[in-house]
């Protein structure tokens, strides 16, 4: 039982393009959100977050959140193949994860 | 930031044995968790744990148990291995339940 649900599963991007992944979730009383990020071979490690609606941005990251429509999403602006990863998504109303966006960044 | 260790990294055993997965934090957080990944299926939650003698069913307990002996320390039992259980398991910590979680490196488990 995932009480957060992303898309898509898997994206192929070309270097510097803006990339966008999503997650809705279905407790409107959900307070704590989370994005994690995985590399090949590594442990997920926490990203960014976000308390209250609206955007918070940190370096080429954006995070949106509107609890109206219980999504929230994480944009990366101008991507490397550094950001090639699986990122998951959390929120922390429950300790569970969306199943994940594979994300790969093309040179 | 906070440690999370794990062992063993990796472990063969066979169908039907016992294994036992070791998790300990040093930050002394309160909350404990143990997941496992599997291509397609992200981090499952098995079981975790909010303090010492405590524990909370995860999503996907079935063969699994698991005890917190003291804050640092978490283990997670299979006490009649099955292929099926055959998975990168992860252990995490965090501080209040909604919290940054710190994941250890992870153990990978084949069950032949």
Not at chain 1, 6 to 32: H, K, M
Not at chain 1, 52 to 67: A, Q
Not at chain 2, 48 to 54: D, E, V
Not at chain 2, 90 to 101: E, H, I, K, N, R
Request: charged content about 15%.
């Amino acid at each position: 039982q995932q009480n957060v649900q992303q898309s898509p599963e898997s994206l192929i991007v070309p270097e510097g393009a803006r990339t966008s992944l999503n997650c809705t979730f279905s407790d409107s009383a959900s307070q704590y959100f989370w994005w994690y990020r995985q590399h090949s071979g590594k442990a997920p490690k926490a990203l960014m977050s976000i308390f209250s609606n609206g955007e918070k941005e940190e370096g080429r990251f954006t995070i949106h959140l509107n609890k109206a429509s219980l999504h929230f999403s994480l944009h990366i602006r101008d991507s490397q193949p550094s950001d090639s990863a699986l990122y998951l998504c959390n929120n922390n109303n429950a300790p569970r994860f969306g199943a994940g966006t594979k994300l790969t960044v093309k040179p | 930031e906070a440690a999370v260790t794990q062992s063993p990294r990796n472990k063969v055993t066979v169908t039907g044995g016992n294994v036992t997965l070791s998790c300990r934090q040093t930050n002394s957080h309160n909350y404990m968790y143990w997941y496992r990944q599997d291509t397609g299926h992200g981090l499952r939650l098995i079981h975790y744990s909010y303090g010492a003698g405590n524990l909370q069913i995860g999503d996907v307990p079935d063969g699994y148990k698991a005890t917190r002996t003291t804050q640092e320390d978490f283990f997670l039992l299979l006490e009649l291995a099955s292929p099926s259980q055959t998975s990168l398991y992860f252990c995490a910590s965090s501080d209040l339940g909604v919290d940054t979680q710190y994941f250890g490196p992870g153990t990978r488990l084949l069950v032949l």
